[in-house]
């Protein structure tokens, strides 16, 4: 900051859509997106969905000497998928993985495996210490009927909460991701709400990329089109958000998104666009203070609606509770009868055999089966109710001191 | 803080050994250690295992007049066990869930189902920030082959990144619990190291209580006696830890333990004893920096040892990764040959039936089962892989940055 007092900073994020055996050219794009990135010398890059360290490795390797220091975040049994590459010294990382994101038993929607989190990495430059966040949160297969809402929305409070934790000594806070969430949903009102991250979107002096800012749109080659009828310009889950703490200000001098193809190729980084953000960071006397009676009006009401969704979660969550144990209970009770039944047939209660044994052996497996299935479901759906019942104390308590505060 | 310069903080730690249906005279118990806190008015008490939240429900009404402010947190199948009563306003709370805490099929241990976790409670007194928290580590069931150190070191070093990370702009931290860890212990070391903690046992002016400040002591009547043969005076592992961050200093001016049975009765709280510290908090000019070069020195020498210990694991892990793998796909083997089998009998390649049915199925039944049983297993012991992948990649990253220090 000495001699210039404006820091230029440039970030490039990305859903990469790089799970291995499943999705299109990926080493194809791989490649591309390292050569791109090698090229354009960003100051820092967010990736998601890069679930095979095998990538990142090549990755790492391609891009050694622009952005020497790199951090692959490991959660779950595939991955968190999350890395950052910087060309300034990453100073400390940490890793949260958000309590809640989805179910084991979606096997076609395979969020659970993924150990869905949000990865924080500690950056110095020019004496500014940058807390950067990237996460990607779980998935929204159907808008109508959204079941993984209450799990979302408990991923942003969570990363909301995460991020006001632990940037508490940092002068700037950036935040990256594919949050799967569009701008005017609960959720992003929530985690902004709650933070006072600015999405770059909006601010941007200059702009140029999909109309609305969009990351998922039409005509990139890759999306699923059905699931974009409802949108024909696409729509924008994938952000850049950031705030400045002490006594800095960010601005978003410029804001770009890929549109459909890799710039000069015919075909994507990946099905999601590249969202590139150039910030303005420069020192001054005191902190801008945000109007805080109207932010935190509003803020009382979106942390209500978020309460009010998690308790929708909260009830539906408690009704497989209920149903599950009480599938154990009854393949327990079978059990028990059947045991009953060949005691019976040991001691000579019965003069013959009354069933046949194969179906009865079967029969038996069978309500082993349900047993131990309904009993892990019940546990799952347990923790499930703990953990929706935890934010939602957490959110009640907010929502009072809220409304105690002067 | 104004007027008086110092101030003074009393803490009341315990594990309660509340199990409900397992732990003996738990509600009496329960009862009596909701009567003491009453009448000895602590500031702040700091339980664990108190996995019952009707017992918290029960501890809240009774402690309201004295502890107005209060905070359970939820997690895992049972719950974390912990909470936390204060004299003084909870300005905010977190939850942390270790990414590691044992195996869900070692039922006879059951602290998988617990998901251990660290809680942090906000709290202000006199203008002073407080960063209270308040956790429970993964027990040690056979201290001379310790399958769980390699999770339990996961687990101090998961707390020692999330104190570092979220206490920036505390003035004081303060940590309390169950850290099932000897004084002496690789992971007592590391978390002290790598935090900066101290303990308030060997910083004490004053000690009270059992001999080396142990606080499972054979003299307890619930105690097990044989697994503290090798220990006559017992083993300590209940601390209460603290510092200053900025420029603040912490003294402590007392610590007591109960010894064997709760003040003036014939039963004591718990299996464990409580740890109670008078802390005397002032504030000066400037916080007081530690000896760098030697502190570092050792750390270096203490995170070398950690991460030789998450090695350790890291192959164990890698072991049972590739046997349940491999026991899978012979499952897979198993029932694929049986497929064959039936088609060639219902093509009629085979003149009779060569099996009998019901062994047939029962074989095809217990493929089946340990096909279900290895995936998962393959599935958990992937993520105990990445995970301490992760931790060690974070110690390698530490000690090079401790290394390249001038």
Chains 1, 2 share one sequence.
Request: proline share 3%; with cysteine; aromatic share 10%.
């Amino acid at each position: 900051m000495e001699g210039d007092p404006t820091l230029q900073l440039r970030i490039f994020d990305l859903n990469c859509w790089a799970i291995r055996y499943l999705s299109k050219r990926r080493q194809e794009r791989v490649r591309l997106i390292g050569d791109t990135l090698r090229r354009e010398e960003f100051d820092l890059v967010l990736l998601q969905e890069v679930w095979s360290e095998q990538d990142y490795s090549d990755l790492k390797v391609k891009l050694g000497r622009c952005y020497p220091f790199s951090h692959y975040f490991r959660s779950g049994v595939i991955g968190s998928g999350l890395c950052v590459f910087s060309r300034f010294p990453i100073l400390d990382t940490l890793l949260y993985q958000y309590s809640l994101n989805g179910y084991p038993y979606m096997l076609q929607h395979g969020d659970w495996f993924c150990g869905k989190s949000v990865g924080l990495v500690i950056i110095k430059i020019s004496g500014i210490i940058f807390n950067v966040y990237v996460t990607h949160l779980h998935a929204e297969y159907c808008r109508e009927k959204d079941a993984y809402l209450p799990h979302r929305l408990v991923q942003a409070w969570e990363l909301a909460q995460f991020i006001r934790h632990t940037s508490k000594a940092a002068d700037v806070v950036l935040l990256g991701g594919d949050l799967n969430m569009h701008p005017e949903d609960v959720g992003i009102r929530l985690l902004r709400g709650w933070t006072g991250l600015r999405d770059a979107f909006a601010e941007a002096t200059r702009f140029e990329g999909c109309e609305d800012g969009c990351t998922l749109v039409p005509n990139n080659c890759f999306t699923v089109k059905t699931e974009l009828l409802p949108f024909p310009l696409g729509i924008r889950i994938d952000y850049i958000l950031y705030k400045a703490i002490s006594s800095f200000t960010v601005k978003c001098e410029e804001l770009k998104t890929t549109t459909g193809t890799a710039p000069g190729k015919d075909i994507p980084f990946s099905d999601h666009e590249a969202v590139m953000a150039t910030l303005l960071i420069q020192r001054q006397g005191q902190a801008a203070g945000a109007t805080h009676s109207t932010a935190e009006l509003t803020l009382v009401d979106v942390v209500t609606e978020a309460r009010l969704e998690v308790g929708v979660g909260l009830r539906a969550a408690r009704r497989q509770r209920y149903s599950t144990g009480r599938m154990a209970v009854l393949a327990l009770l079978l059990l028990l009868l059947q045991a009953l039944a060949v005691l019976g047939a040991l001691v000579g209660l019965d003069a013959g055999q009354p069933f046949p044994k194969l179906s009865f052996s079967l029969l038996a497996f069978l309500a082993i089966g349900i047993l131990l299935l309904a009993t892990g479901l019940h546990l799952f759906h347990t923790m499930e109710v703990k953990m929706l019942q935890g934010t939602e104390e957490q959110m009640r308590m907010v929502l009072q001191a809220l409304r105690e505060r002067p």
